[in-house]
DNA sequence: GTAATAAAAGAGTTTTTACTCCTCTACTTA
DNA sequence: TAAGTAGAGGAGTAAAAACTCTTTTATTAC
């Protein structure tokens, strides 16, 4: 569905969000063992995220990274949006560049339907939205 | 969504299922025209779904592949779980190995109603369902 | 101002997926 | 039964994705 990078980038963005809430910073090593990822990668994931402007983050001692209210704002979408690109959301089910209602695939309108639906629920899923039910361990971002 | 992989084993099925209309075979050249791919790797993937028995093939000069009718009554979710197993159907959508009702990873239940959309879709479309659009050229395997 | 800390940056390596090549075997038809 | 066609099988290459290592730069605390 999304790529293994992209897992790890939603699981991370999710952590910081939880940690976020008392503007606290959380650093790479603290997110890699609360994600179960490799650190080194994780660490590039939110370098790149930072980048695109989806997370904060500063150098130092007491550093690390963070989300501001707009940033809790943000969707799965976006993330995703942001490591996979928008093939999820606008590609062809079986692999057709030029696939469109013109010149449909055989299951282009399903798929139409189906990437729809995966888009709202992604667009409706903020990284705040968690963190309730994350603190609670009503939900798991490892194992 | 699926490997790319699995794009070919579709579209090429879908192809073989439209040629088997009347009892005739199609060699795996002319299957690699009609969608576009590389002809030594989509010899390799129909070769292993021959083996998994989701088509026939005959050697030999007039030979090649076909579908009976059983074959045409295969659903695209079998050609899914063929080439990519179940992880679709029932992976956790951000990779959690123990994601389920009981630990949730936080967008579980969302995943849980766009994986069954994804299922009921591609199990719905049989692949015989297609063989008139494709033969009108209402609907395309390439491109 | 210096030492310690933590992210940024860049250049690898490993693993998986995609794709190719060559030889062998089975089958059909003349 | 020989010739030619077409899939089967195995081993190998190329490209992309996943993951690591080392150095640099910024920040803070003392």
């Known amino acids: 569905m999304v790529s293994k990078t992209c897992e790890y980038a939603i699981r991370a963005m999710l952590f910081v969000a939880q940690k976020s809430k ?8 603290q997110i ?28 130092g001692p007491t550093g690390g990274f963070y989300l501001d209210k707009a940033g809790l704002k943000k969707s799965l979408a976006d993330i995703v949006n942001a490591i996979d690109g928008d093939k999820l959301f606008t590609g062809c089910g ?3 560049k030029s696939c469109s209602a013109k010149m449909p695939c055989p299951v282009h309108e399903e798929f139409v339907v189906v990437r729809k639906h995966i888009k709202v629920m992604l667009q409706n899923a903020k990284l705040g939205d968690y963190n309730t039910a994350l603190e609670l361990g009503e939900k798991y971002l490892k194992r």
Not at 22 to 29: A, E, I, L, W
Not at 50 to 55: D, N, R, S
Request: charged residues 30%; glycine residues 10%.
């Open 94 to 96: 079986l692999g057709l």
């Open 22 to 29: 008392n503007d606290s910073k959380v650093g790479v090593k």
């Open 32 to 59: 890699a063992k609360a994600i179960d990822s490799p650190e080194p990668f994780i660490a590039k994931i939110l370098q790149d995220l930072g980048k695109k402007g989806l997370v904060l983050s500063s150098k």
